[in-house]
């Protein structure tokens, strides 16, 4: 179930993958993809030519994308992102779509960022995508809130919609109402919230530079009418 979910809610995000593909091309192979999922992105880059190992905590998601991958050049590791030990070094270190800000805090980030320096090669890419800001709403009822996004499997039809962002002191929580009405007819309800993390770009690049992370550039990348825009933050060795 996991996999539909992650396929619905997030696997129809195309906005980034021209950013994703030109890193690819300026800085080569290997790249390790985290908070890989489904392989959204994995797959893309594999798809043109790049090698790619996928890292994701869900071993579950992570089944999928070694299915779906097939005989492309893709690897998949199962790792918590801040502990994860590789005995390979990448040319490109991705976190696409806001896989920063669900660590939980300052401390937890620069974990990570650790990591990911020492799977580092010499003259290599770590770019990080997150959300500066994100606006707030609540929607009153389901009838007035943004269309859901709607996946059909196997009989089965999965809805996912976004009924409130809140800020908080530490970040913005994103409500959803996950919907799943069967080929028999049943249906069920749930709630799924995830937290992300206040941070911006020069919070990356302060915490970087405190593990010897050097600022290399910023990228934007514009809002879409169904996800919000996000800022890549590049840091060099």
């Known amino acids: 179930?996991?996999?539909?979910?992650?396929?619905?809610?997030?696997?129809?995000?195309?906005?980034?993958?021209?950013?994703?593909?030109?890193?690819?091309?300026?800085?080569?192979?290997?790249?390790?993809?985290?908070?890989?999922?489904?392989?959204?992105?994995?797959?893309?880059?594999?798809?043109?030519?790049?090698?790619?190992?996928?890292?994701?905590?869900?071993?579950?998601?992570?089944?999928?994308?070694?299915?779906?991958?097939?005989?492309?050049?893709?690897?998949?590791?199962?790792?918590?992102?801040?502990?994860?030990?590789?005995?390979?070094?990448?040319?490109?270190?991705?976190?696409?779509?806001?896989?920063?800000?669900?660590?939980?805090?300052?401390?937890?980030?620069?974990?990570?960022?650790?990591?990911?320096?020492?799977?580092?090669?010499?003259?290599?890419?770590?770019?990080?995508?997150?959300?500066?800001?994100?606006?707030?709403?609540?929607?009153?009822?389901s009838t007035l809130g943004p269309l859901p996004d709607v996946l059909e499997r196997d009989g089965s039809v999965y809805f996912s919609s976004p009924t409130a962002i809140r800020e908080d002191d530490r970040g913005f929580v994103l409500e959803r109402r996950r919907e799943l009405v069967t080929a028999a007819g049943e249906r069920t309800v749930q709630e799924d919230h995830i937290r992300l993390d206040r941070v911006s770009a020069d919070d990356i690049e302060s915490e970087a530079a405190s593990v010897g992370l050097v600022a290399a550039g910023r990228q934007v990348i514009d809002p879409t009418e169904e996800h919000v825009g996000s800022t890549v933050v590049m840091l060099g060795g």
Not at 50 to 55: E, F, I, K, P
């Open 1 to 141: 179930m996991s996999v539909i979910w992650h396929d619905l809610e997030c696997g129809g995000y195309l906005a980034d993958l021209p950013v994703w593909r030109g890193l690819a091309e300026r800085f080569g192979d290997p790249i390790l993809d985290v908070g890989a999922g489904t392989g959204r992105v994995s797959l893309d880059l594999a798809r043109h030519g790049h090698t790619v190992v996928a890292l994701d905590l869900d071993p579950l998601l992570l089944a999928e994308l070694a299915h779906r991958a097939d005989s492309l050049p893709v690897r998949t590791v199962a790792a918590d992102a801040r502990e994860f030990s590789l005995e390979q070094r990448f040319a490109l270190v991705l976190g696409p779509m806001q896989t920063v800000q669900l660590l939980g805090g300052a401390d937890q980030r620069t974990r990570f960022l650790t990591r990911a320096r020492d799977h580092l090669r010499p003259g290599g890419l770590i770019a990080l995508a997150i959300a500066e800001s994100i606006q707030a709403f609540e929607a009153p009822d």
